[in-house]
């Protein structure tokens, strides 16, 4: 079982940063895929950034490439995104979720654990 919990959305004018925090159970203890994903009003949930715990691997979507930054912190048990250079069509629910392996860590179907979301608000 993999228990998420994510933090540090808020609102934002657009060229500023925000950094989100995803605490997870297990993550330090086994190999698993984990990834930020988003959805908007409107649109499909889809990924933006991943990353494989076991090697730390990552993945982002072309849209944010550049401007994110996915990361893990071991000795706290947590997934953070850097998101700079924010834009208002990155306002979107944004949610941390898991997947046993195989997996990869960009696939939204693939996921068997997520968390409640955290809500991001750029501005213009």
């Known amino acids: 079982q993999v228990q998420l919990v994510e933090s540090g959305g808020g609102s934002v004018q657009a060229g500023g940063s925000l950094r989100l925090s995803c605490a997870a159970s297990?993550?330090?203890?086994?190999?698993?895929?984990m990834g930020w994903f988003r959805q908007a009003p409107g649109k499909e949930r889809e990924g933006v950034a991943g990353?494989?715990?076991?090697?730390?691997?990552?993945y982002y979507a072309d849209s944010v490439k550049g401007r994110f930054t996915i990361s893990q912190d071991n000795t706290k048990n947590t997934l953070y995104l850097q998101m700079n250079s924010l834009k208002p069509e990155d306002t979107a629910m944004y949610y941390c979720?898991?997947?046993?392996?195989?997996?990869?860590?960009?696939?939204?179907?693939?996921?068997?654990?997520w968390g409640k979301g955290t809500l991001v608000t750029i501005s213009s």
């Open positions: 979720a898991a997947a046993l392996p195989p997996c990869r860590p960009d696939y939204v179907s693939g996921m068997n654990y």
């Open positions: 297990q993550y330090t203890y086994r190999r698993i895929c």
């Open positions: 990353i494989y715990t076991g090697s730390g691997n990552t």
